[in-house]
């Protein structure tokens, strides 16, 4: 059972380029989250699917998309990165509401 | 809007000495209270929920306690490990949904053997 796994664990990106980062869960959970973790300032959590073909805004949404076009599967886009987007990556999964995370390991994104 | 707050944020015990890391959230309408175990560079690690009909759940060495009407939490470490270090945080449901987790900052432990 893997749980959640994010791909893919490292990347570097120029200031401008796109890219997306994948989540996976295997565990029939109906919420997905993607949160972004900075130095002093925790977890914020960037957009929220409550539900396969949902999403919704969390904290800090600009300049991220995401979709969840399949049940296991949620997708975090970066359409023009910025330096400020330098971050850890974490995507969590949850069974229902109320919501308990299960995380995976990480995505250390940076952005030149 | 909820708020979490974990004191202190960071925290040096010698190996075997047993420690409380706090907790605490502005909301006291919670349904649940969940405490999490981060590894440097890893992700996280659910380590204890706590229901809020709850006022303790323990496993092993840990023990984590529940006053909603005050709004606090705490994580008691019994005989600390020089394996324990890592970020603790904690993290309730809340922030406007209760689709959704608030977390603290953390509070970096770390045991010296």
């Known amino acids: 059972n893997a749980g959640v796994t994010q791909t893919p664990k490292f990347r570097v990106l120029k200031t401008g380029q796109s890219m997306t980062l994948l989540c996976a869960q295997d565990m029939n959970h109906e919420y997905m989250y993607w949160y972004r973790q900075d130095p002093g300032m925790g977890l914020r959590l960037i957009h929220y699917s409550v539900g396969e073909g949902t999403t919704a805004k969390g904290e800090v949404p600009d300049g991220y998309n995401v979709s969840r076009l399949k049940k296991q599967n949620f997708l975090l886009g970066l359409e023009s990165a910025a330096p400020s987007q330098t971050s850890v990556y974490f995507c969590a999964s949850s069974p229902g509401t109320p919501p308990r995370g299960t995380f995976g390991s990480g995505t250390r994104l940076t952005v030149v | 809007k909820q708020e979490v707050t974990q004191i202190p944020a960071a925290l040096s015990v010698p190996e075997g000495e047993n420690l409380v890391l706090n907790c605490s959230f502005t909301?006291?309408?919670?349904?649940?209270l969940q405490w999490f175990r981060q590894d440097p560079g890893k992700g996280l690690t659910s380590l204890l929920l706590i229901q809020s009909s709850q006022r303790e759940q323990t496993s092993g060495r840990l023990n984590a306690s529940l006053d909603k009407s005050s709004g606090r939490s705490t994580l008691y470490i019994a005989a600390s490990q020089p394996g324990d270090s890592a970020t603790y945080l904690c993290a309730v449901p809340g922030g406007g949904s209760n689709y959704k987790l608030t977390f603290g900052k953390g509070t970096l432990l770390t045991v010296n053997p």
């Open positions: 909301d006291s309408a919670i349904y649940n």
